[in-house]
């Protein structure tokens, strides 16, 4: 379960942000500020994996609490530090550069489409599970491993191969991920009513990307068919 904070001046907003994350399966709004104070104080007694900052807080702004988040945590060496996903009405190029250093996963500009933010933390999920994963196996990192870690966007941050278009990307990765055991492309092709060529090449894309992975199931004769299962 992601745990995560969320900081927002706007009481109504910062609700708002608290129900799309709950509605989220594996994660939960364990805290909710509204300053710059109060927010740092709830990272030190919540201990988020994740919080949600605005930029425009009455006391400080967000650049400057995920900078003490951080300083914080050199301090006391917790190795194991809050990401940061702002969310913001600052448009501002070189405070979108500030937040790009000061550590922050990304940068979701006000008003966004809610699908915007699922994405993001679908993608927060996978970077944090992929580096417990490192962790567990007790391992030096490859090459690989490292490209996987900072190399993967989520679907939102780049733009889709010419001939795949976004609503048909968005239609498919929805059935994915209502089929968690995987499915075929002609599965994913009936449950999204589409031609299973197209089904496919949907499928092949989420697969080269990072978001899905692809496994073979041997039956009788002829080829063996490609499954896939979308990737937290």
């Given at each position: 379960m992601t745990r995560v904070l969320v900081v927002d001046d706007d009481f109504m907003v910062a609700k708002l942000h608290g129900r799309y994350v709950s509605a989220m399966d594996g994660f939960t709004v364990v805290g909710v500020a509204h300053s710059g104070a109060d927010a740092l104080r709830a990272a030190r007694r919540l201990r988020p994996d994740l919080v949600l900052l605005d930029i425009y807080l009455p006391d400080m702004d967000g650049i400057a609490v995920l900078r003490e988040l951080r300083a914080a945590e050199e301090?006391?060496?917790d190795t194991r530090s809050a990401d940061a996903l702002f969310i913001t009405a600052a448009r501002d190029a070189g405070v979108v550069r500030a937040a790009l250093r000061a550590g922050a996963l990304h940068y979701l500009i006000k008003p966004f489409h809610r699908s915007a933010l699922e994405e993001q933390l679908h993608h927060?999920?996978?970077?944090?599970?992929?580096?417990d994963a490192l962790d567990e196996a007790r391992q030096e990192a490859r090459q690989e491993d490292v490209d996987r870690i900072f190399g993967t966007r989520p679907p939102g941050?780049?733009?889709?191969?010419?001939?795949?278009?976004?609503?048909?990307?968005?239609?498919?990765?929805?059935?994915?991920?209502?089929?968690?055991a995987g499915l075929s492309a002609s599965e994913c092709a009936e449950a999204g009513a589409l031609s299973r060529v197209s089904a496919r090449r949907y499928l092949e894309y989420f697969a080269e990307t990072g978001r899905a992975e692809v496994?073979?199931?041997?039956?009788?004769?002829?080829?063996?068919?490609?499954?896939?299962?979308?990737?937290?």
């Open positions: 301090r006391s060496g927060v999920a996978s970077l944090r599970n992929r580096l941050s780049r733009e889709l191969p010419k001939g795949l278009a976004a609503r048909t990307a968005d239609l498919v990765e929805r059935v994915l991920r209502a089929h968690p496994s073979l199931r041997y039956g009788g004769t002829g080829r063996p068919e490609r499954r896939y299962r979308a990737l937290s």
